[in-house]
């Protein structure tokens, strides 16, 4: 079924048009890629999913039920957690208080939220530097944390926003993994924007590619490399595959 | 109330205006390149017209001449502060460098109060008892004075920023600090030079402004928050907007002083500033950021 | 128990017993030092834990103290029934600042200004309120000084000590527990970084209001012990941007958003700055304003050297974990 659908968004800003009637539908369970050039109008999509702005026109269903519009909290009540491009940790607390600051959300007590925190972090193999100040974590571990952050919450779908950037080979392979493994052991839906091509084929089973704020094609990791729409907006005409 | 009462009224707060606006305009400068809040302004400006007084006092110097030395003083006083105080402390959170200001000011003023006491103290030229009669308008000498000065001032000021390049040299700085420095600008000299120009902006709205007012030390808060009720209202980072915004201060609080009561004019500028800061907090003439 | 814990108790114990063994004016400026302690704690909920800069929050104290003053002074009416009144009030007039600031995103120093410009909007305006005395002043009739009458609040220097000894302990409590809340893991998430703590389900702006009401209401009631402590109220005085700054000196001293740093900044402000108008005292120098300029001084060495306040590095020393 349908988790989140995109359904005809635009948004244009001060006569400049970053989005042009975009539709398109996340599967619930499923791991997707949004992909386009600089300027594509990723972010901007991204941001009215996450409730940041909304759209002009169009319509964005999470379960069925209208979310355009709605305020960042009431986004993250709905069931959509989200991570920043630029990671944004709360530098004065530990990385345990991070989350646990995410695991409010639906927990009652501060104890029971303590638990929940303790347990993400251990998913995410953050867990011995649970005391440390957030501020000192590496920018690898801060990405984690970005993403325990946003999971303590307990939502349905994960957005992320290039968290792939900055990260080494090896260390990009370890996130796909845990992303992996999220996906796999408890159904997290997830939607991911990402430049860093190697994570996307890795990952995603649906891709929609963006060009000049519309998307220009849609499908398996396999038949995108292929679209001739894809490889023109990459890489120019008249290219030869 | 007769009209020439009122008209009268509204020409003597225009003027007065005019040197409330180069005053902000030191600020506007400060606070448009710097990015500075500079919480001691107004103590500054009460300290540029104690200083007209002392010197009119100890060499019965007119202010109008006192505001050449004054100016150069201050302008190595601002020069100096944002060099040795400020720079320093550059990457500090924003509050940490408006703590600074507010630890400056503070000392400023009571500092005035000890040396010079609670009373107030003013100078005294021939021509403050004599105006200019335009038919029925009355309008005072000293208060015109002030105000060409005032004009005189920030034009010299608005030149130098156009067609000089250490004028645009700071502007580049204010426009955008990450290329500035990358095209080779020596950024935190040129903060220090706009701090020590708005600091002579302080001084020569100071000496003109000792010629209408009485100066006593608690006018330094006072015009500090007239000074950002001015730029704000005026708006940020606009050198038109704060000359605009002092008019507009200026003759509002006069026509507030003749119609609701003298103590309230200030009341009125409060009150000015909480609307603006709602409605339209870039001001009336700044961008929208 | 830790050794914050066992320090906490002992200083407690020290406070209790302090009075056998301390003269008169060395009780009423220990009354002071915890009349500001408390007073910065109050201050320190909307900074240290929302992040929100007041330098108006003389306009609190000030309402606080009308409120119930007028009360008494008009009808007779005592403190306690006063300190609803003044709560009340401080409460709505902290949520129309909060409201209209946040509403309109103002933030930072714009919203630094807007608190100023709200409290010298005040202190003009209750000059020309003649209902509560005008530029005159009001004057709270003082029944008498021996006995301790909590109803009225009305007794010896040393009831109003244990008052505001007790109103210091709370605070502290108060806020101690409050960090380790859901509140307070909001409020610092919010302050660390708005726009992810709203990606996180919080409603910023809700949360932001709760702080800035308690931080109100909390100010409130130092209002209220203001006017039945010095029983005259003058606008000029109580609603000055110079109240405003003395409030916020302790905790930007001790260390803003710590739960011990207004104690220790009031402490340490209010004992040095006295110590040294005795000194210049007994030196032959009496000069007015010396006492602010020292204020200004410290100020400034804290904020260009011990940023985060005094407290963080004693704390270190002394061996305490936070």
Redesign the interface.
């Known amino acids: 079924m349908t988790l989140l659908e995109v359904k005809g968004v635009s948004k244009s800003f001060r006569g400049l048009q970053a989005v042009r009637e975009a539709s398109f539908e996340v599967p619930q369970g499923s791991i997707n890629g949004l992909i386009g050039p600089n300027g594509a109008g990723k972010t901007t999509i991204f941001n009215m999913v996450a409730g940041v702005f909304a759209p002009d026109s169009g319509q964005i269903l999470f379960n069925g039920k209208p979310i355009q519009g709605f305020r960042p909290d009431q986004v993250c009540a709905a069931g959509i957690g989200r991570t920043f491009q630029l990671v944004k940790p709360f530098a004065g607390l530990s990385v345990l208080d991070n989350v646990i600051v995410g695991a409010l959300h639906k927990e009652r007590t501060v104890a029971a939220a303590r638990v929940h925190a303790s347990s993400i972090l251990k998913k995410l193999n953050l867990d011995a530097k649970a005391h440390l100040p957030a501020s000192s974590l590496t920018l690898p571990d801060r990405k984690r944390l970005e993403v325990a952050r946003a999971l303590a919450t307990r939502p349905r779908l994960l957005l992320l926003d290039e968290v792939m950037a900055g990260l080494r080979p090896t260390e990009c392979d370890q996130m796909v993994q845990v992303f992996r493994d999220l996906n796999r052991t408890e159904g997290l839906t997830i939607l991911l924007i990402e430049h860093v091509m190697r994570a996307v084929m890795a990952l995603a089973r649906h891709i929609g590619v963006l060009h000049h704020g519309e998307v220009i094609a849609r499908g398996t990791p396999e038949e995108i490399v292929r679209h001739p729409a894809v490889l023109e907006c990459y890489l120019g005409e008249e290219t030869e595959v | 109330m007769s009209l020439d009462l009122v008209v009268n009224v509204v020409i003597a707060g225009l003027l007065t205006g005019l040197v409330y606006g180069l005053m902000a305009l030191g600020l506007s400068v400060i606070f448009g390149v710097v990015r500075v809040v500079n919480f001691a302004h107004g103590e500054m400006m009460t300290i540029a017209m104690y200083a007209a007084t002392v010197l009119f006092a100890a060499l019965k110097l007119d202010p109008f001449l006192a505001l050449v030395p004054v100016a150069a003083a201050f302008f190595v006083f601002g020069y100096a502060m944002q060099a040795g105080l400020i720079n320093p402390f550059i990457t500090r959170p924003e509050h940490s460098q408006f703590m600074l200001l507010v630890a400056v000011a503070i000392i400023m003023v009571n500092a005035l109060l000890m040396i010079f006491g609670p009373d107030a103290r003013n100078v005294q030229v021939d021509y403050q008892l004599e105006s200019f009669e335009i038919g029925r308008i009355l309008i005072d000498k000293a208060r015109l004075y002030s105000a060409l000065v005032a004009i005189a001032a920030a034009a010299a000021l608005f030149a130098f920023f156009k067609f000089t390049l250490t004028g645009k040299a700071i502007r580049a700085c204010a426009d955008n600090y990450l290329g500035a420095k990358v095209v080779g600008l020596n950024v935190k000299k040129y903060y220090s030079l706009t701090f020590g120009l708005g600091s002579a902006c302080v001084a020569v709205a100071g000496c003109a402004m000792v010629l209408l007012v009485d100066v006593t030390p608690p006018l330094g808060p006072y015009y500090t928050l007239l000074a950002f009720v001015i730029v704000i209202v005026g708006g940020l980072g606009s050198m038109t907007g704060a000359l605009l915004g002092g008019v507009l201060i200026g003759v509002s609080e006069a026509l507030a002083g003749l119609f609701i009561a003298p103590s309230a004019k200030s009341m009125f500028s409060f009150g000015l500033l909480i609307l603006v800061l709602l409605l339209r907090p870039q001001g009336l003439l700044g961008k929208k950021q | 128990m830790s050794r914050a814990g066992i320090g906490l108790a002992a200083l407690t114990t020290l406070l209790v017993a302090f009075p056998a063994f301390a003269g008169p004016y060395a009780l009423s400026v220990a009354t002071l030092i915890l009349y500001f302690a408390y007073t910065g704690q109050a201050w320190n909920v909307m900074m240290g834990f929302a992040g929100q ?1 007041s ?1 108006g929050h003389s306009l609190y104290v000030g309402v606080g103290a009308y409120a119930a003053g007028a009360l008494f002074f008009h009808y007779g009416i005592g403190p306690w029934v006063g300190l609803w009144l003044a709560m009340a009030l401080c409460v709505a007039f902290g949520l129309v600042i909060g409201f ?1 600031a946040f509403r ?1 995103g ?1 933030s ?3 919203f ?3 608190t ?3 409290a ?2 005040t202190r ?2 209750f ?2 309120l003649d209902w509560l005395g005008g530029p005159g002043g009001m004057f709270l009739r003082v029944a008498q000084r021996d006995v301790w009458d909590l109803a009225n609040f009305r007794g010896p220097p040393l009831m109003y000590y244990y008052a505001m000894l007790f109103l210091t302990v709370a605070a502290f409590l108060l806020c101690f527990f409050l960090l ?3 509140a307070g ?2 409020w ?2 919010i ?3 708005e ?10 702006f809700r949360w932001k209001m709760a702080a800035v009401a308690l931080s109100a209401a909390m100010t409130s009631v130092s209002g209220v012990f203001f006017a039945f402590y010095y029983n005259n109220l003058f606008p000029e005085q109580i609603f000055h ?1 110079s109240r405003s ?1 003395e409030i916020i000196l302790g905790p ?1 001293i001790g260390g803003v958003g710590t739960l011990f740093g207004p104690i220790l900044g009031a402490a340490v402000l209010t004992l040095l700055s006295d110590g040294i108008t005795d000194l210049l005292a007994a030196l032959g120098w009496e ?7 020292f ?3 410290v ?2 060495a804290v ?2 050297f011990l ?1 985060h306040g005094i407290w963080p590095a004693v704390s270190r020393r002394l061996g305490f974990h936070k």
């Open positions: 800069l330098l209209l309109f103002i930072g120093v714009y630094a200004l807007l100023i410009a709200f010298e909007f003009i305006g000059d020309h380790r809340s859901k893991y909001y610092q998430a302050r660390e970084n726009e992810a703590a709203q990606a996180l389900g919080i409603n910023t941007i700054i930007v000069i007015p304003g010396i006492k602010q300029v204020y200004g001084i100020l400034l904020v260009m940023p």
